[in-house]
């Protein structure tokens, strides 16, 4: 697009701009050193600026929100590179730098430019010698394009010309071994089960946008009256070992999202059970959960394959436009939680759950619903809908695939990276971000349901150990 040039908003984007579902995009950037602003102006000039969406500011011809459309205008980089005044010889930098992220989320962007901005914090903290915190409006795209676009911002600390590497997603081996009759019949079984759990998962989503609720727990924001969408969030993240969760894969050959989930699973039982009991931890084997208990997150799954980095990397180096966008679909799933007498139940349960949401088309149908009730209705009813789903529903959960190795952003080297959301009636996200041998996990939390988010991460991470050395005890026994 060229100045002037407009394009309308999808009706996801459009759905992100509904007054209960105003979300935005955190991505914390950690450096291994200070951070020289005006070197971050000038790559930011040379590389998201020439974005289209980047560069586009929105503009709204009618009340309905149908007419939504992105404007190409002219972006000053001074006026979304924000760097604050703040005391030099404050006390506890890590907690200036985790009230000031959740300052951020209070504020509300600037309509009459693009819906970015990027704050600059040079203050020495546990983890960083600097920080750098991007706020982007949901509907400039999903988070898994965003996190890309960004990755395609940055350079392999190895080789400042090279871009970073991430896995590639292997596909299941069909296997050659099926012939004739017997490949007919797992063709025709593999069809059934899947028509049969789309059908099963609608139904529970028009159950919960109907009455059906998650069961009330110390996680689950449902004060009356209260709009938890609208309050401000408390973002905190801790790392952990990656190679611990690949060994954990290894050994119980399963993915990393099987043990992501296992192990959230374990962390969110061992908070719970604590929050409900108040019992001491000598006695954490004793189980204060409720029975049957319905607690469930939202997963959104993008159905438009992402972009690889330098497939972006080229678009904003040629100014070119490219298929971009929201084209995501939700998914419901069901947590386990209890307390196992055998910690790797934790992980088969995952699996299991994993495996069964794979075998089914729920997300596209969610999407095509959305879709059809934002373009018949408007984004209003559609985000009141999404709101109304959302709110029974206890968190929402993510994981995204990071880098291989260390890499730099526009010369400075990178600590760390912690990505989530604000802005949707949950008062609770979870999401998961490698990095090299690493693996952060990122919570932002309504304070005002969740007080102390610091011990629902060291659960999860304690969960983490535990379930390794589940894994090496078995691994010795055998």
Known sequence: MVNGAVEPLSPAARLFHAPRFNCHIIAIIGCKTSINPSVI????????????RFSSKLVMDDKKGAKMKWTRTTVNVEDHVIIPDYDPEMENPDQFVEEYISYM?????DFSKPLWELHLL?????????TGIFRI??????????????????RKTSDPKALPSVPEHKGTDSGGGGQGFWW???????????????????????????????????LKGESAGVDHEHAPRRIVHRNVSLDDIKLVKKEMNMTVNDVVLGITQAGLSRYLNRSYGKIEQQNQNSSSLPKSMRFRATVLVGLRPTKGIQELADMMAKESKGRWGNC???VLIPFKIGLENDPLDYVRKAKATIDRKKLSLEALCTYSIAQFVINIFGFKVGGAIAKRVLSRITMAFSNVVGPLEDISFYGH??????????????????HYQSYVNKMTIVLAVDPNVISDPHQLCADIQESLTIIKDAVLQKVKNN
């Open 122 to 130: 040079n203050v020495k903290s546990s983890e960083a010698e600097a």
């Open 184 to 218: 007919l019949f797992l063709a025709i079984w593999w069809a059934i089960r899947l028509i049969w759990n789309t059908i099963m998962d609608l139904l529970v989503f028009v159950a919960t946008l109907l009455f059906l609720k998650d069961t009330k727990n110390p």
């Open 137 to 154: 409006h949901h509907s400039l795209g999903d988070g898994a394009s965003l996190i890309s676009l960004l990755l395609a911002c940055t």
């Open 105 to 109: 989320t209070t504020m509300p962007m």
């Open 41 to 52: 102006k000038q790559g930011l000039n040379l590389t998201l600026l020439k974005h289209p």
């Open 413 to 430: 080297p990178i600590a760390f990276l912690a990505p989530t959301v604000y802005g949707h009636p949950q008062a609770l996200t979870i």
């Open 328 to 330: 995501i679909g939700y």
